[in-house]
């Protein structure tokens, strides 16, 4: 594998049982995704798309198959080592923001870093910082149901990245938003894939995030169909 | 402590909930508070009724006078046994009776009797009959035939205070009948049968003579120092002065009908404070699971970016416990404030009979820091517990389950 490599998925399949019946959700996906790309899947509903980030971030175990993260098996790990795997070399933007209530945005944004232990004070100084990079300064001590959506999406994408990961999986992260305010956020998410050389994927509906993906990864019945790098 | 803060918060987020279910567990805890030292004080009563009105909380007689009223059976040694009471730290009070069954005559009618001979200086801390006396006096004059008897027996003999009765006793050995005319002194009322109509009170000199038994005794009635002494069965009390010849017998032995009925409180007492208990947990495990279920979404992104199945168990066991410490805080209070309100008004179960125990007075709770500790330690400890279930389930929970379509 190329040092260059952070994704590398290798005859990936996953075979849902029900009832007795078979769905194969995803058929054999091998493909490799490097470091710093800004890579969008997309499909019909139906597609595998969602199975396929959940197999890659480790939130799902494939049926057969290797998912490789950084050049490790993460379809090989388990309990304490895969947390603690996901933790520290992956970030997640969900696409109805999902951040704890009962917290703050600082609280919130500091969550990972401090089951990484990181000290307080470096705490407090990298989450002001990640503040001022996506554009909330001083609403740190606000709670979420005091954010508008696209500021929680923000608050969501500085969650993702305080900690440095080499990936952000981000589901749907402008579904619930408006189009200007999923335009914004789009932009902002480019601008950090370029300043912070982190990777980017996403599964999206959205023709915007499409539009501007540099690399366009459709799925259809569990299956790679295109793959355009542009 | 992260975990203990979200964990608070988490218990604060639905606050309605959180009141409504912690009053629901206080309500129980000081239902079980309450009943413990409700039952306590009923125990109390109960034992105190039957031992101080005539009782005594021991006895000691000869060791086949029970079994055979014979009124020779007199206790052995009784001087060398009085003069160890004297000494003994453990006895508070005692009093010496001589006791044996008689006929009581009045101009209209006969009746049969217990006809108890007493000392009445030394047996007005071992009984109540002279603060139970209705009409005339306790042995007030010095006159050796006085005669006190319950309230019943007067209306069955048709007599009244200062008529003239004949007490007929047979005496020791020879069986021969012996009688006295004697002057009723006293009247006493206890609203209880067996005492206002079948027991009368001599002075022991004049029983010992009429029974022809010198200067002994039958029984010695004992206090002692403290209230639960007698229910210890290692005292030396028992072995010293039920050795030999002699029987000393606690309020247990001489009343088992009594003693069973508590140890039988007891167990009611286990029940209902089991039932209680259900409660208050089943209130718990409704708030937990409530709280878990509504939840999983975010148990599911906690999961996701990184959290160990252990932090999400922590957390879980941590709301359990933050939830039992409010429940323990409204339930100590309640509890604290029923307390009050029952040792000041107490509540009056006056003249009811519990297996041949008569409660005379008010039952007030018998409250104790104890109640305060063990029963909120319970409820804290069963709430972690019980929080063991859910916290596993989210510890175990697969996080494409609880995100559902999220990733």
């Keep these: 594998m190329d040092q260059k490599t952070i994704i590398s998925t290798e005859n990936l399949v996953k075979t849902y049982k029900d009832n007795g019946m078979e769905a194969k959700a995803v058929r054999g996906i091998s493909l490799e995704i490097t470091s710093g790309e800004f890579t969008a899947v997309v499909g019909p509903s139906g597609s595998g798309k969602t199975t396929f980030l959940n197999l890659i971030s480790g939130l799902d175990t494939p049926t057969k198959g290797t998912v490789m993260i950084n050049n490790k098996l993460i379809s090989e790990m388990k309990g304490k080592e895969l947390s603690d795997f996901r933790r520290d070399n992956i970030g997640f933007v969900f696409q109805s923001y999902n951040l704890i209530p009962v917290l703050t945005v600082e609280e919130n944004i500091e969550y990972i870093m401090l089951l990484q232990n990181v000290p307080k004070s470096e705490r407090h100084e990298r989450v002001i910082k990640i503040l001022e990079e996506v554009g909330l300064s001083g609403l740190e001590t606000r709670r979420p149901t005091q954010l508008s959506g696209g500021q929680q999406q923000r608050v969501a994408i500085a969650r993702a990245m305080v900690s440095n990961p080499t990936l952000i999986l981000a589901d749907e992260p402008t579904a619930n938003l408006d189009s200007e305010m999923g335009s914004e956020l789009l932009k902002m998410m480019k601008v950090l894939n370029e300043t912070t050389g982190m990777t980017f994927l996403f599964s999206t509906h959205d023709e915007m995030i499409m539009d501007r993906a540099r690399r366009l990864i459709t799925l259809k019945d569990g299956l790679v169909k295109t793959d355009e790098i542009r | ?407």
């Design chain 2, 1 to 407: 402590m992260f975990y203990l803060k979200l964990a608070w918060r988490n218990i604060l987020r639905n606050k309605r909930r959180t009141i409504i279910a912690s009053i629901a567990i206080g309500v129980g805890l000081a239902s079980m508070i309450l009943t413990d030292g409700i039952m306590i004080g009923m125990k109390d009563n109960l034992v105190d009724s039957a031992t101080s009105t005539l009782l005594g909380e021991a006895q000691i007689h000869h060791k086949y006078f029970r079994k055979t009223q014979d009124v020779e059976k007199t206790i052995i040694n009784k001087n060398e046994v009085l003069k160890e009471l004297g000494g003994d730290n453990s006895v508070d009070k005692f009093s010496e009776r001589t006791l044996s069954l008689g006929m009581i005559t009045s101009p209209s009618t006969v009746e049969s009797v217990i006809v108890y001979g007493i000392d009445p200086d030394s047996d007005k801390y071992l009984s109540k009959i002279d603060n139970r006396i209705r009409e005339g006096t306790y042995f007030g004059s010095e006159g050796k035939r006085d005669i006190v008897i319950g309230s019943k027996l007067a209306e069955v003999l048709e007599v009244s205070l200062g008529d003239r009765i004949v007490i007929t006793v047979a005496q020791a050995f020879t069986g021969d009948l012996s009688q006295e005319m004697f002057l009723i002194g006293g009247i006493y009322h206890f609203n209880v049968k067996e005492m206002d109509n079948g027991m009368v009170f001599i002075r022991k000199e004049k029983a010992q003579e009429m029974l022809n038994i010198s200067t002994e005794i039958h029984e010695i009635a004992v206090k002692f120092t403290g209230i639960r002494m007698a229910e210890d069965k290692n005292l030396t009390f028992w072995e010293k002065y039920g050795s030999g010849e002699n029987e000393a017998l606690s309020w247990a032995k001489i009343m088992p009908e009594l003693k069973n009925m508590l140890d039988m409180t007891d167990v009611s007492l286990y029940m209902m404070g089991g039932i209680l208990f259900f409660i208050v947990i089943f209130g718990i495990i409704n708030a937990l699971f409530m709280s878990l279920y509504e939840r999983m979404f975010e148990f599911g992104i906690l999961k996701a970016v990184g959290t160990r199945p252990g932090g999400l168990r922590k957390l879980i066991l941590f709301e359990a416990a933050s939830l039992a410490v409010i429940s323990n805080i409204i339930g100590i209070i309640l509890g604290f404030i029923g307390s009050i309100l029952l040792v000041k008004y107490g509540i009056d179960y006056g003249g009811i009979e519990i297996s041949g125990a008569y409660m005379h007075e008010k039952i007030y709770p018998v409250m104790t820091i104890f109640q305060y500790i063990k029963y909120p330690v319970f409820v804290l400890i069963f709430t972690i517990i019980i929080g063991l279930y859910p916290a596993i389930v989210a510890g175990r929970m697969k996080v494409t389950d609880a995100l559902r379509k999220s990733m």
